[in-house]
């Protein structure tokens, strides 16, 4: 009965939507609100919308992060930049379902446990950027992948749940933009270290990528950016989202894979 | 963009009147009447016990802790006009999420008496039924049965209604006075949408649930 989730990242830039390559920004794909719209027109099953743009231009203007709540007929995440709980208050306000933290939690922070006793644990996601290091352990990082900080995503992980987030979006920096495929240990590590619900992130290339990270590593969704933002070949510029049928098979198929 | 079926025509929610959504400080309102304007319904926020009177259906949205919506109530005076309109005026009321569980006469999550305006109780998922792999809160979208024969379940899609959950407490009723009308399933069955007469209730957003939503936000309007 349980519905796998597909949720599509955009990346708000003042009122632009763009897409990063390994945290660096890399391409213009459009109007934030008209990329929100075709997502909402093909039914995605969430939205998350994080504000790269905040550490140089400011916190993103109430009008658009309102507009985008009036779009979404869908469950809608916002993070970017949020240190306190009154900002918190503001965007479920504005109509935010829940938020994502990232560098107030990550660098120690308690943002999250303050939170979670005001608004309750389902608002908050615990946004986690890691990086598989030289010696093949893998590093959190902290304001935008800028700032390594000694500690296994495994171990922000239990921190999340102890906090009391209601879920974790665990973002793989070194795959980012490349459409290489998750890091399933990382992801797998993480699922195991934690009951919370965890999303996967980064490097998605494919449906049957977004499948598998569920079935076959735990994974509670599978998000991506480029592969719902970029089409074809020559990777142009086209919002998409796989159809029921294109779910189905991917489903099929991932769970013929995880009995195998 | 979801203009839909012909059900959903606006002849009919013209007659239908006005809804009120509560905003007693806990949550978006936004959403659900942008999702209701967006069906063509009339609707507005309502931040005081006093425009009760100009509306003859009335929203009560939640997302958030049990104890911190009664209190949020409580302070914005809602408690008794809201139990005025749903038992004397027989207005028309709607609980979601957090508004539904709100409904109930008590819930587990901070031993908090509630509205008391459905004969049901608030509990905790309960962890011993629920597979290790099965996380609380219950997140995300959900298939629901819908049971009997209400006007709040009819739907005309070709697909099974689904719709958007985000929860780790659910109602459970206390007498078969008070009728579900969804059930949905989370390692066990569990009422995900429940009336009597005048007052329902949905765990589930129907908000954040695409045209599943809209129809059943529309049949509201109708009913």
Known sequence: ?260 | MHESSEKSGRPDIDSAGHIGIIDYGICNVGSVRNMLRRSGALATCISSPDELADFDRIILPGVGHFQAGMANLANGGWIEPIRHIALVEKKRILGICLGMQLLAHHSEEGDCEGLGLLDMDVKHFDRSRLSAELPIPHMGWSEVDAVGAHPLTHSEQAEKQRFYFVHSLHVSLRSDGVQPLFWCNYGYPFIAGCARDNIMGMQFHPEKSHMFGVELLTNFARM
């Open chain 1, 1 to 260: 009965m349980r519905r796998l989730r597909f949720i599509p990242v955009l990346l708000l830039d003042g009122t632009s939507a763009i897409k990063t390559h390994r945290f660096a920004p890399a391409r213009y794909i459009g109007d934030i609100v008209n990329a929100a719209q075709i997502f909402n027109s093909k039914m995605a099953d969430e939205l998350i919308v994080i504000d790269v743009g905040v550490h140089k231009k400011g916190a993103s203007q109430p009008h658009v992060i309102r507009h985008l709540a009036e779009e979404c007929f869908m469950p809608l995440a916002f993070g970017g930049g949020i240190n306190s709980v009154a900002q918190a208050a503001a965007l479920f306000k504005h109509g935010i379902e829940k938020i994502s933290i990232n560098t107030a939690f990550v660098e120690g922070g308690t943002l999250i446990e303050e939170a979670a006793k005001q608004f309750g644990s389902q608002s908050l996601v615990a946004s986690i950027d890691a990086k598989r290091e030289a010696d093949g352990r893998y590093q959190v990082y902290s304001r935008g992948g800028t700032r390594a900080l000694g500690v296994s995503p495994v171990e922000m992980a239990r921190r999340a749940a102890d906090q009391g987030a209601g879920e974790i979006v665990i973002q793989s920096i070194d795959r980012d933009g490349m459409r290489v495929g998750y890091d399933r240990e990382m992801v797998r590590s993480v699922v195991e270290a934690t009951t919370l619900p965890v999303v996967a992130l980064g490097g998605a290339d494919t449906v049957a990528d977004l499948a598998r990270i569920i079935i076959e590593d735990g994974a509670s969704a599978a998000a991506a950016g480029s592969m719902f933002s970029f089409y074809g070949r020559l990777q142009a510029v086209l919002i998409n989202y796989p159809r029921a049928d294109e779910r189905e098979q991917a489903v099929a198929k991932a769970c013929e894979l995880a009995t195998a």
